[in-house]
């Protein structure tokens, strides 16, 4: 892929300042570099080597005009720092330098901004390409973001599946949902059939209600199939091969659990339980579910 990624992403109480994909060179290397800033300096981050097409997660935040973000090891200490010294966002070019922890190594960084995710409802464009942290053994991804005018923020209308070290195309599924942070796309069994399949964040709803769209791997390709699993704030267990469902209202009062199993690579709901939280005793019980 002979790029290196970076992502900033936002803590829920800061707000996107912005997201802007750049290109470039560190060292000798290519690499491109998507950022999101925020509003309140902090970042999180990944990036990845060409060779290898798996991103390292890394944080970081503002300090003193300097962008400064940290790729740690294993153990959690801090392996290597990337800075971007009098980083501004309206700059079409930026200058940094990534020094490993005993700076026995030292690379200089050289990026040109390609595009920024803007919002606005007079903003309008297409195709912008955001590859993402998370990959597969075989897979990594890029999701096709759009902005139409007259809405405010961007929507992504499509992710593209990648072979690790080829890059080659292996195809493009389209989608309609919200632009998140660097949580858009996940990696889990979901269909518990032992490989890895992925989803994409679809959209967020009162309270803590969340749903996304779940893509199964074809055991016989190395294609993908958009699932009917649907519900909100879905959990996974690959132990029991359950699925959770846990639907909230009301200011967190109300409260619905569902169970279900997978069968031919359907959700097949097993039991439902209802609960209320009880002002008098403080706790939830359980009523019955209408």
């Not at 949580?183 to 969340?210: I, K, P």
Request: charged content about 25%; aromatic content about 12%.
């Amino acid at each position: 892929m002979k790029t290196i990624f970076l992502v900033a992403s936002l803590l829920f109480a800061s707000q996107i300042n912005c997201q802007i994909s750049y290109s470039g060179k560190i060292g000798k290397s290519p690499i491109k570099l998507v950022l999101h800033q925020y509003t309140d300096g902090n970042s999180r981050a990944f990036y990845a080597y060409d060779n290898y097409d798996t991103p390292i997660n890394i944080d970081g935040y503002l300090d003193n005009g300097d962008l400064k973000l940290f790729e740690n090891d294993s153990l959690g200490a801090i392996a290597a720092t990337i800075t971007f010294r009098n980083f501004k966002e309206s700059k079409k070019n930026i200058v940094g330098d990534w020094i490993n922890a005993d700076h026995s190594k030292h690379y200089k960084i050289f990026l040109k901004k390609d595009f920024s995710i803007d919002s606005g409802a007079d903003i309008q464009w297409s195709s912008r390409e955001l590859i993402q942290p998370i990959t597969t053994a075989d897979h990594y991804f890029k999701l096709v973001t759009q902005k139409e005018k007259n809405q405010f923020n961007a929507r992504v209308k499509a992710v593209k599946v990648f072979q690790k070290r080829t890059d080659k195309l292996i195809q493009t599924l389209s989608l309609d949902c919200q632009l998140l942070g660097i949580d858009n796309l996940q990696v889990g069994d979901y269909n518990f059939d032992g490989l890895q399949d992925f989803s994409v964040f679809e959209a967020s709803y009162a309270g803590a209600n969340t749903s996304r769209i779940y893509i199964l791997r074809d055991p016989n390709s190395e294609t993908y199939s958009i699932s009917n699993f649907s519900g909100t704030s879905l959990e996974f267990d690959p132990e029991l091969k359950r699925i959770y469902e846990h639907n909230q209202c009301c200011a967190g009062t109300s409260i619905i659990n569902s169970t279900y199993k997978v069968v031919d690579n359907a959700m097949l709901l097993l039991d439902t339980n209802c609960l209320q939280y009880d002002e008098i005793t403080e706790e939830y019980i359980e009523v019955d579910c209408e």
